[in-house]
């Protein structure tokens, strides 16, 4: 068996990565580990692996001229402009429920893309991205590729942040089918996970052909 070797650094970097007003974010993603979305959004960028899977999904649905990536990775310069700009447009109470604090934002990772269906003016905080049509046959196609929603309906209380239809986020495969099929928002599912200890339980998991093991190792600072 091949042995891993993990710093402490790398506790805060992965695909799982959970990022909230509670879980800033630790370090910033290095430009060679970003790519543009061409040929749908060439000025927009995402994290290589997760930029990869999201072209694949939208190329498979042939949806060119159809989803349209409206934003992806942020500085923490842009995610502050943002967040002002909205208080000053918004107001308070709308910025906290769309806008998440700078330092907070899971478009600092490079994980994160908001997209909307291709159709008239779009609106950049909250575009417009149904569960009929395009958007539903994304939403399943996504989730095999990695891509959970973020920030479902009637869980704020647990992600801090309003539903947002619109906003989708690359954990990679298996996670985010076994978070869809148990109807877990990532902060509970980095929770559900920590009760699959290396040296004890593993989680099992079989899907396409695949059998998936996975578990927990806790670190100490």
């Not at 208080?87 to 478009?107: C, D, R, W, Y």
């Not at 399943?140 to 906003?167: Q, S």
């Not at 928002?185 to 099992?204: D, G, I, Q």
Request: glycine letters at 8%; one cysteine or more; charged letters at 25%.
């Amino acid at each position: 068996m091949k042995r891993l070797g993990f710093s402490l650094q790398d506790i805060s970097k992965g695909h799982l990565i959970l990022v909230n007003p509670s879980h800033p974010i630790k370090h910033d993603i290095r430009t060679n580990e970003l790519m543009p979305l061409k040929p749908y959004a060439g000025h927009v960028l995402m994290e290589h692996r997760a930029a990869k899977m999201l072209l694949q999904v939208m190329a498979f649905l042939g949806c060119r001229d159809g989803i349209v990536p409206v934003s992806g990775y942020r500085t923490m310069q842009e995610q502050q402009k943002i967040y002002a700009d909205s208080m000053l447009e918004n107001g308070e109470v709308f910025t906290q429920k769309f806008v998440a604090i700078p330092g907070s934002s899971e478009h600092q990772t490079g994980l994160a893309i908001d997209l909307a269906i291709n159709k008239g003016k779009i609106d950049f905080i909250r575009p417009e991205f149904p569960y009929t049509g395009i958007g539903g046959r994304f939403r399943e196609l996504a989730v095999k590729c990695g891509f959970i929603e973020r920030y479902p309906a009637n869980r704020e209380k647990i992600t801090g942040i309003a539903h947002e239809p619109w906003h989708f986020r690359y954990v990679g495969y298996p996670h985010s089918e076994i978070m869809k099929v148990k109807d877990l928002t990532l902060e509970e599912y980095t929770l559900y996970l920590k009760r699959f200890l290396y040296k004890r339980n593993h989680l099992h998991y079989a899907s396409h052909g695949y059998d998936f093991e996975i578990f927990h190792v806790p670190v100490k600072a």
